[in-house]
């Protein structure tokens, strides 16, 4: 890290005043920056402004100031003296960021750089990437995790592009990222080039989405089957956190004191959770909408991304189908009313409640693994089409704090392996040892809960993707024979033959034998 990355750039500037734009702008003043921060809506630059007022009075840690803007052309005039003027946008993805480039193209000078914050489609960045080329400005497709917290604190940042450009700023991103607390080492490295950076971000979001899941489920067994209380699950998910492979995981974490936090009179600033009994968590309703008002995408990329690429991603996929039916509760209720599905029942059938819960620890960590798994062979499947080159164990190391998917065991399983393995890719794995032996281990744990939890008629949708998953990557026995029988029936799709050299296992394409069935 270079003692003097906050004099290398004096002043840089920030698209977007929302709660992401607003906390990177205190954070990056933490480090001694002025920084310039502008939004399509004025309201959102007062608000930032007054919090930036507040936070200086109550914390006297903003170094650099925070300056606000109305006019996209002041805001933009304010870098006018910096080389190169360094933008960063944290907005929206897909044409709320064409619309600000569009304001401030005429603006940009040589060898400016913007990096893209936003949870943004890598082939958007990459068409930018080619929109500015002519005019010798760097767009950097950079996926920033971790959620307003880590951007106010210090975030894990994917930045992806030209090397050259990215190596420029990486100095300044190093001082503001999160930090590996074993190491010292920031949670920011080059990722690779055109749109690597916001397809890491992508796949991490779509591995946090699976972790989200499992954890759910997880809760919804505890609470709603084993009657337990929200400050016992609290307890349990902390000692989770503690020890063993769960250990230093941020989903399990902050699940413990969701668990635990009680409502108070006067609630949090904003008057939410305000009560004089129980817990803020019995505000929350069961829907998320964020796929619902498109305000995300990132999880519907990875699903649609792990099918174009062929590559099985079941606990990431099913967490997502399970966001999407909760968005519309409307439907769901009268649904609902039409099918007459039993609720989650209380258990009946367990001697004893504490070695259960062992076994749900068990399979919690087992699909957190299978979620990692197909999102790492993901990002190993893209980069190898892409001709990115991504190292996979630069992944694990920026994920290591500051994101949503730290998960200090997993990464220390993973990390080693990819950094022995570099000039020889690992694309399937399962196929390395200390994962197989894990969910070898874990297997029959995973399998317990989710025979328990259909008894009871919870819900498990990743938990039992995952189950799924591991038997039938592992299965040498799939019903897949007869699914080929019934496509060559019909389609004369072909198939090869057990037993036989060069068919068996053979490559996966066309079979060469097709019997006649029934003629046409």
Same mark, same amino acid.
């Given at each position: 890290?270079?003692?003097?990355?906050?004099?290398?750039? =004096?002043? +840089?500037? +920030?698209? %977007?005043?929302?709660?992401?734009?607003?906390?990177?702008?205190?954070?990056?003043?933490?480090?001694?920056?002025?920084?310039?921060?502008?939004?399509?809506?004025?309201?959102?630059?007062?608000?930032?402004?007054?919090?930036?007022?507040?936070?200086?009075?109550?914390? #006297?840690?903003?170094?650099?100031?925070?300056? %606000?803007?109305?006019?996209?052309?002041?805001?933009?005039?304010?870098?006018?003296?910096?080389?190169?003027?360094?933008?960063?946008?944290?907005?929206?993805?897909?044409?709320?960021?064409?619309?600000?480039?569009?304001?401030?193209?005429?603006?940009?000078?040589?060898?400016?750089?913007?990096?893209?914050? &936003?949870?943004?489609? $890598?082939?958007?960045?990459?068409?930018?990437?080619?929109?500015?080329?002519?005019? @010798?400005?760097?767009?950097?497709?950079?996926?920033?995790?971790? &959620?307003?917290?880590?951007? #106010?604190?210090?975030?894990?940042?994917?930045?992806?592009?030209?090397?050259?450009?990215?190596?420029?700023?990486?100095?300044?991103?190093?001082?503001?990222?999160? =930090?590996?607390?074993?190491?010292? @080492?920031?949670?920011?490295?080059?990722?690779?080039?055109?749109?690597?950076?916001?397809?890491?971000?992508?796949?991490?979001? %779509? !591995?946090?989405?699976?972790?989200?899941?499992?954890?759910?489920?997880?809760?919804?067994?505890?609470?709603?089957?084993?009657?337990?209380? $929200?400050?016992?699950? /609290? @307890?349990?998910?902390?000692?989770?956190?503690?020890?063993?492979?769960?250990?230093?995981?941020?989903?399990?974490?902050?699940?413990?004191?969701?668990?635990?936090? *009680?409502?108070?009179? *006067?609630?949090?600033?904003?008057?939410? %959770?305000?009560?004089?009994?129980?817990?803020?968590?019995?505000?929350?309703?069961? *829907?998320?909408?964020?796929?619902?008002?498109?305000?995300?995408?990132?999880?519907?990329?990875?699903?649609?991304?792990?099918?174009? #690429?062929?590559?099985?991603?079941?606990? +990431?996929?099913? &967490?997502?189908?399970?966001?999407?039916?909760?968005?519309?509760?409307?439907?769901?209720?009268?649904?609902?009313?039409?099918?007459?599905?039993?609720?989650?029942?209380?258990?009946?059938?367990?001697?004893?409640?504490?070695?259960?819960?062992?076994?749900?620890?068990?399979?919690?960590?087992?699909?957190?693994?299978?979620?990692?798994?197909?999102?790492?062979?993901?990002?190993?499947?893209?980069?190898?089409?892409?001709?990115?080159?991504?190292?996979? &164990?630069?992944?694990?190391?920026?994920? #290591?704090?500051?994101?949503?998917?730290?998960?200090?065991?997993?990464?220390?399983?993973?990390?080693?392996?990819?950094?022995?393995?570099?000039?020889?890719? !690992?694309?399937?794995?399962?196929?390395?040892?200390?994962?197989?032996?894990?969910?070898?281990?874990?297997?029959?744990?995973?399998?317990?809960?989710?025979?328990?939890?259909?008894?009871?008629?919870?819900?498990?949708?990743?938990?039992?993707?995952?189950?799924? $998953? +591991?038997?039938?990557? /592992?299965?040498?026995?799939?019903?897949?024979?007869?699914?080929?029988?019934?496509?060559?029936?019909?389609?004369?799709?072909?198939?090869?033959?057990?037993?036989?050299?060069?068919?068996?296992?053979? @490559?996966?394409?066309?079979?060469?034998?097709?019997?006649?069935?029934?003629?046409?």
């Amino acid at each position: 890290m270079a003692p003097d990355a906050a004099q290398s750039f =004096k002043r +840089i500037g +920030i698209v %977007g005043a929302g709660n992401m734009g607003t906390m990177m702008s205190f954070g990056f003043a933490e480090q001694g920056l002025d920084v310039s921060l502008w939004d399509v809506s004025g309201s959102n630059v007062d608000q930032a402004l007054e919090m930036a007022k507040q936070a200086q009075a109550d914390e #006297r840690s903003l170094i650099g100031k925070v300056d %606000g803007f109305k006019d996209v052309h002041e805001f933009t005039n304010s870098l006018k003296d910096m080389k190169p003027a360094v933008y960063i946008f944290s907005i929206t993805h897909g044409w709320p960021a064409d619309s600000v480039l569009e304001k401030i193209q005429d603006d940009l000078k040589e060898g400016d750089i913007i990096l893209d914050g &936003g949870n943004e489609h $890598y082939r958007n960045t990459e068409r930018r990437q080619k929109q500015l080329k002519e005019k @010798k400005v760097k767009w950097v497709g950079m996926g920033v995790s971790g &959620g307003y917290q880590s951007a #106010r604190r210090g975030p894990s940042m994917s930045p992806g592009g030209e090397r050259e450009a990215v190596e420029k700023v990486l100095p300044l991103l190093e001082k503001f990222s999160a =930090k590996d607390p074993r190491t010292g @080492k920031p949670c920011v490295k080059y990722i690779g080039p055109r749109g690597a950076g916001h397809y890491v971000k992508m796949v991490h979001n %779509g !591995i946090e989405n699976g972790m989200l899941s499992t954890i759910s489920e997880a809760w919804s067994i505890m609470h709603k089957s084993l009657g337990m209380s $929200y400050e016992e699950i /609290g @307890k349990v998910f902390g000692k989770w956190n503690s020890s063993d492979e769960l250990i230093n995981t941020y989903l399990v974490r902050i699940g413990s004191k969701i668990c635990q936090t *009680k409502k108070t009179p *006067k609630g949090d600033k904003h008057g939410e %959770g305000a009560g004089t009994s129980g817990y803020v968590l019995d505000d929350v309703l069961d *829907k998320v909408v964020q796929d619902d008002d498109n305000s995300e995408g990132t999880l519907f990329w990875s699903v649609s991304e792990a099918a174009l #690429r062929h590559v099985a991603a079941p606990t +990431i996929a099913t &967490g997502q189908f399970l966001r999407v039916a909760s968005g519309n509760r409307d439907q769901r209720l009268r649904v609902a009313e039409n099918l007459k599905i039993p609720r989650p029942q209380t258990a009946r059938s367990i001697d004893d409640k504490e070695s259960f819960i062992e076994s749900l620890r068990r399979a919690v960590y087992a699909s957190f693994l299978c979620s990692f798994c197909q999102g790492l062979e993901l990002i190993a499947r893209a980069s190898r089409d892409e001709g990115w080159d991504v190292d996979l &164990g630069t992944c694990m190391q920026i994920w #290591r704090a500051g994101c949503i998917i730290q998960a200090e065991h997993v990464a220390d399983i993973f990390e080693p392996v990819f950094k022995s393995s570099r000039d020889q890719p !690992i694309m399937n794995m399962k196929l390395i040892d200390e994962v197989s032996t894990e969910l070898h281990d874990n297997f029959q744990p995973l399998k317990e809960v989710v025979l328990k939890a259909t008894e009871w008629d919870n819900y498990v949708p990743s938990l039992s993707a995952s189950l799924e $998953y +591991i038997k039938y990557e /592992g299965g040498t026995m799939l019903p897949t024979q007869y699914m080929e029988a019934e496509m060559d029936y019909f389609g004369a799709h072909a198939y090869d033959r057990p037993n036989v050299k060069h068919e068996d296992p053979g @490559k996966p394409k066309k079979g060469s034998h097709h019997y006649e069935w029934k003629p046409a």
